[in-house]
């Protein structure tokens, strides 16, 4: 069975974590772990586009790269522990807020536009004022 690497960072740059994607149990505490975590594949513009507005509310997301070739099994892996796994599409950048799936770029955008995203935030601790 082949290996999926994570590699984490913090938005600040903080070195990379590894972690493999077969260990559904660590990518699960690292869903858990922290308040707004972003998966998205490795050099994405649109995940730049997600840490950019997150960090623009203040928010220091988590951000997990994923190499080019393990975009769907990690996709498959990260629906599944969030009981999603339903049929549904979801393509790069996955975001997870309070330990939840949130969703993508564009479920960010329009809770954003709408007003509902920082009171998300907020509950999910990732915000304090």
């Not at 082949?2 to 590699?7: D, I, R």
């Not at 070195?15 to 594949?41: C, H, K, M, Y």
């Not at 969703?103 to 809770?111: P, S, V």
């Not at 995203?117 to 990732?126: E, F, S, Y």
Request: with cysteine; net charge negative; aromatic share 6%.
């Amino acid at each position: 069975m082949q290996s999926t690497l994570l590699y984490t960072t913090t938005g600040d740059g903080v070195p990379p974590n590894a972690v493999t994607s077969n260990d559904s149990i660590r990518v699960d505490e690292l869903v858990a772990e922290n308040p707004v975590i972003v998966f998205g594949q490795r050099g994405c513009c649109m995940c730049h586009v997600v840490k950019l507005l997150l960090l623009g509310l203040g928010v220091n997301p988590t951000m997990s790269a994923v190499d080019e070739g393990d975009v769907a099994a990690v996709i498959g892996n990260l629906l599944k522990i969030s009981g999603e796994g339903d049929g549904k599409l979801v393509e790069f950048p996955v975001v997870y807020v309070g330990g939840k799936f949130f969703g993508g770029l564009e479920r960010l955008i329009a809770t954003h536009i709408t007003g509902e995203l920082v009171p998300m935030l907020k509950d999910a601790k990732a915000l304090w004022l």
